[in-house]
């Protein structure tokens, strides 16, 4: 079995950051990648970032390049995602999740195991 809890979300001013991390337990994760998804009120689940365990390999979704970096500290089994220059837009429950094929993979139903969410609130 795998957990994922997330932390670090919270309410923020347009322009600010903030950094969410998510801690991973019950399993090695060297064969697993893992990203981060989001969802908003109303919408659908949307995939944001994700990096492969082994090599730091990332891929982000085009509307938050230059703005988000994920990284991960394997030594806490702990992904992170920076996220700067903060747009009411991103306001949404952000998620992280886990899968065994690759760090390119956006697919909701590809992930195998996900976090309970934390809550990001951009005001303007």
């Known amino acids: 079995q795998v957990q994922l809890v997330e932390s670090g979300g919270g309410l923020v001013q347009a322009g600010g950051s903030l950094r969410l991390s998510c801690a991973a337990s019950g399993r090695t994760f060297s064969s697993y990648a893992i990203a981060w998804f989001r969802q908003a009120p109303g919408k659908e689940r949307e995939f944001v970032a994700a990096?492969?365990?082994?090599?730091?390999?990332?891929y982000y979704v085009d509307s938050v390049k230059g703005r988000f970096t994920i990284s991960r500290d394997n030594a806490k089994n702990t992904v992170y995602l920076q996220m700067n220059s903060l747009k009411p837009e991103d306001t949404a429950v952000y998620y992280c999740?886990?899968?065994?094929?690759?760090?390119?993979?956006?697919?909701?139903?590809?992930?195998?195991?996900w976090g309970q969410g934390t809550q990001v609130t951009v005001s303007s």
């Open positions: 990096i492969s365990w082994i090599g730091g390999h990332t």
């Open positions: 999740a886990a899968n065994r094929l690759n760090h390119r993979v956006v697919a909701v139903h590809e992930y195998d195991y």
